[in-house]
């Protein structure tokens, strides 16, 4: 079993920072890609950004420049940090993670229990 959980959502006004956590704990081999999506009302979910074990990272257009993704395997944790929040931003964010399991090896993608961030004046 590996649980997901997150932590650093919270209201912040435009143009300000928030730092989101990922933390895996569990039966962990290895963790490939770790990444962060989100959910705004009304709205599918949509990829935000997403680091692979070597450290290559991919970022939705519209945070590029702005947010930050970053890992320290030593923590199986991953970090999201969002610089120049706009309203826009506003939304339920979720990490997802593909873990293999020390358990024959298995491979399974996970999600997070989700992290509102509301960015407001």
């Known amino acids: 079993q590996v649980q997901l959980v997150e932590s650093g959502g919270g209201l912040v006004q435009p143009g300000g920072s928030l730092r989101l956590s990922c933390a895996a704990s569990?039966?962990?081999?290895?963790?490939?890609?770790m990444g962060w999506y989100r959910q705004a009302p009304g709205k599918e979910r949509e990829l935000v950004a997403v680091i692979i074990s070597g450290g290559r990272t991919n970022y939705a257009d519209s945070v590029k420049g702005r947010f930050t993704i970053s890992r320290d395997n030593a923590k199986n944790t991953v970090y999201l940090q969002m610089n120049s929040l706009i309203p826009e931003d506003t939304a339920v964010y979720y990490c997802?993670?593909?873990?293999?399991?020390?358990?024959?090896?298995?491979?399974?993608?996970?999600w997070g229990q989700g992290t509102l961030v509301t960015v407001s004046s």
């Open positions: 997802n993670v593909g873990v293999v399991l020390t358990t024959a090896y298995t491979y399974r993608e996970l």
């Open positions: 569990g039966t962990i081999f290895r963790l490939n890609s």
